[in-house]
């Protein structure tokens, strides 16, 4: 049974940083796509970052450049979100997703990904960001 479980979310002030933990098993985590959402009430779920696994290939969404950072760690099947540098409208709830499917889905070579490529998700972990 596939199991994706987040850690590390938590309140900060703005400019702060958190890391942000997915524990994956049950899966073959070797051949997918590993990724990073956040939904903020009212709004649709957005992909903010992905890595496909095997490569290494990553995916970020324009305004999280240069702040966050998807990383693995093969050994312990966990992926990671280092978020530096938060603002306010990091506020949301993230969640860990993986999915089988092509490395140029999972890199945004055909745009954002989209949720509905990924088939396991974990329960979320709150971030909230406040001045």
């Known amino acids: 049974q596939v199991q994706l479980v987040e850690s590390g979310g938590g309140s900060v002030q703005a400019g702060g940083s958190l890391r942000l933990s997915c524990a994956a098993s049950?899966?073959?985590?070797?051949?997918?796509?590993m990724g990073w959402f956040r939904q903020a009430p009212g709004k649709e779920r957005e992909a903010v970052a992905t890595?496909?696994?095997?490569?290494?290939?990553?995916y970020y969404v324009e305004y999280v450049k240069g702040r966050f950072t998807i990383s693995q760690d093969n050994a312990k099947n966990t992926l990671y979100l280092q978020m530096n540098s938060l603002k306010i409208r990091d506020t949301a709830m993230y969640y860990c997703?993986?999915?089988?499917?092509?490395?140029?889905?999972?890199?945004?070579?055909?745009?954002?990904?989209?949720?509905?490529?990924?088939?396991?998700w974990g329960q979320g972990t709150q971030v909230t960001v406040s001045s």
């Open positions: 890595i496909y696994v095997s490569s290494g290939i990553t």
């Open positions: 049950g899966y073959t985590y070797s051949s997918a796509c």
């Open positions: 997703a993986a999915g089988q499917f092509s490395s140029y889905q999972c890199s945004g070579t055909f745009g954002r990904p989209s949720p509905s490529w990924f088939d396991n």
